[in-house]
């Protein structure tokens, strides 16, 4: 199947759309048509040079000119709200990339109008397709570790520590909806019910350790408790010196299970071992980059080599979606409802940072 046969397709942002969704999209079969910024001069050159035919600053004109039936947002969060309402009054599919809005009213707002308009609604957390982490889901929802009661999420990075690093300039911006909860903690919370269920309950503390004056913080950390009564940490900085440090564990009645590095292991009264990643949950080499000039900078090459080729499979999920045909694996397509999910936790998170660490119910 080539690479124009598929839908035609609306992408709203010049930095990750040009980056992320074009090549991701044209690898699933989408034929990307029009590319929607903010400023006309840049967004022709940065259509231009990622070979998308027309540029627009104007999602309602772009829909109405080209006749797109789907719309691709990766503009900053406080912007996704009126561009996902307008791309659903005009009855398009819409793929919204996440944090998916500002908070957990806007949210529901959304997937409800998304809901009324009968389209196929998706949210960008491509990591649902990670190797490593579909296994583990695997084995947990085989009962490879028993019940599981105790987990922890940690990772320290070095993106802030490190001036030489060029980063999406909404990671840190409190006025874009930015912060490191939503830059990295949606894919976490994401992963984490994916993985284990719904959050009952948490108390959080969202410091800012290096970013800027006024800033959005750079670090968050939760202890949660889920529905199915696991209790768990999860905490992060982008502010960290030296190398990344990362752990993933999860323990159950029968067994635990953890990541070292992308190998998944488990250790039980039968042993520790390593377990092996099914062939058909590989990722295929991502799509060769583009002739944006851009693709030389450290933002592109450090994080498209991580986001591209799970996010081709996201797509993929979208399309078939969209065209009425059976999913290709057991993954889940993250939709509007795992959107508003996230950011009824994310309101969590931010009322009990507000208040010195308080217990948030959410169920």
């Given at each position: 199947?080539?690479?124009?046969?598929?839908?035609?397709?609306?992408?709203?942002?010049?930095?990750?759309?040009?980056?992320?969704?074009?090549?991701?999209?044209?690898?699933?079969?989408?034929?990307?048509?029009?590319?929607?910024?903010?400023?006309?001069?840049?967004?022709?050159?940065?259509?231009?040079?990622?070979?998308?035919?027309?540029?627009?600053?104007?999602?309602?004109?772009?829909?109405?000119?080209?006749?797109?039936?789907?719309?691709?947002?990766?503009?900053?969060?406080?912007?996704?709200?009126?561009?996902?309402?307008?791309?659903?009054?005009?009855?398009?599919?819409?793929?919204?990339?996440?944090?998916?809005?500002?908070?957990?009213?806007?949210?529901?707002?959304?997937?409800?109008?998304?809901?009324?308009?009968?389209?196929?609604?998706?949210?960008?957390?491509?990591?649902?397709?990670?190797?490593?982490?579909?296994?583990?889901?695997?084995?947990?929802?085989?009962?490879?570790?028993?019940?599981?009661?105790?987990?922890?999420?940690?990772?320290?990075?070095?993106?802030?520590?490190?001036?030489?690093?060029?980063?999406?300039?909404?990671?840190?911006?409190?006025?874009?909806?930015?912060?490191?909860?939503?830059?990295?903690?949606?894919?976490?919370?994401?992963?984490?019910?994916?993985?284990?269920?719904?959050?009952?309950?948490?108390?959080?503390?969202?410091?800012?350790?290096?970013?800027?004056?006024?800033?959005?913080?750079?670090?968050?950390?939760?202890?949660?408790?889920?529905?199915?009564?696991?209790?768990g940490t999860l905490q992060q900085t982008a502010s960290a010196w030296?190398?990344?440090?990362?752990?993933?564990?999860?323990?159950?009645?029968?067994?635990?299970?953890?990541?070292?590095?992308?190998?998944?292991?488990?250790?039980?009264?039968?042993?520790?071992?390593?377990?092996?990643?099914?062939?058909?949950?590989?990722?295929?080499?991502?799509?060769?980059?583009?002739?944006?000039?851009?693709?030389?900078?450290?933002?592109?090459?450090?994080?498209?080599?991580?986001?591209?080729?799970?996010?081709?499979?996201?797509?993929?999920?979208?399309?078939?979606?969209?065209?009425?045909?059976?999913?290709?694996?057991?993954?889940?397509?993250?939709?509007?409802?795992?959107?508003?999910?996230?950011?009824?936790?994310?309101?969590?998170v931010r009322a009990s940072a507000a208040t010195g660490g308080a217990l948030i119910r959410l169920a």
């Open positions: 199947m080539t690479a124009r046969s598929g839908p035609d397709i609306l992408v709203a942002g010049t930095g990750f759309g040009c980056r992320i969704q074009v090549p991701a999209l044209r690898a699933a079969g989408f034929n990307p048509v029009g590319l929607v910024g903010t400023d006309a001069e840049r967004t022709a050159r940065r259509a231009a040079d990622n070979d998308v035919p027309l540029a627009f600053t104007d999602l309602d004109r772009a829909i109405s000119e080209t006749g797109a039936r789907a719309v691709a947002i990766s503009t900053p969060p406080n912007t996704h709200f009126p561009l996902v309402m307008t791309a659903l009054a005009h009855g398009c599919h819409v793929l919204c990339e996440k944090p998916f809005a500002i908070n957990a009213a806007e949210a529901r707002l959304m997937l409800e109008a998304a809901e009324r308009a009968g389209v196929v609604h998706a949210l960008g957390n491509e990591f649902r397709w990670a190797p490593e982490r579909v296994l583990m889901a695997r084995l947990i929802a085989d009962g490879m570790i028993g019940e599981p009661r105790l987990a922890t999420f940690t990772q320290f990075v070095q993106y802030l520590a490190d001036p030489d690093v060029n980063l999406p300039s909404w990671w840190f911006d409190r006025n874009a909806g930015g912060g490191w909860l939503g830059a990295s903690g949606a894919h976490v919370i994401d992963w984490i019910r994916v993985l284990l269920g719904e959050f009952e309950s948490l108390s959080a503390a969202l410091p800012s350790l290096a970013s800027p004056e006024g800033g959005a913080e750079d670090s968050f950390v939760l202890r949660f408790r889920l529905a199915n009564g696991t209790e030296g190398p990344l440090a990362s752990m993933v564990r999860v323990m159950g009645t029968q067994g635990t299970i953890w990541l070292d590095n992308k190998a998944v292991w488990l250790a039980d009264r039968e042993g520790t071992r390593e377990v092996p990643i099914p062939p058909e949950s590989l990722l295929a080499p991502p799509p060769v980059l583009g002739r944006d000039p851009r693709r030389h900078s450290s933002e592109w090459q450090m994080l498209s080599a991580i986001e591209l080729a799970p996010y081709v499979r996201l797509c993929a999920a979208w399309r078939r979606a969209i065209e009425g045909a059976p999913p290709q694996d057991d993954v889940s397509m993250p939709s509007f409802a795992d959107g508003l999910a996230g950011m009824a936790i994310f309101d969590a």
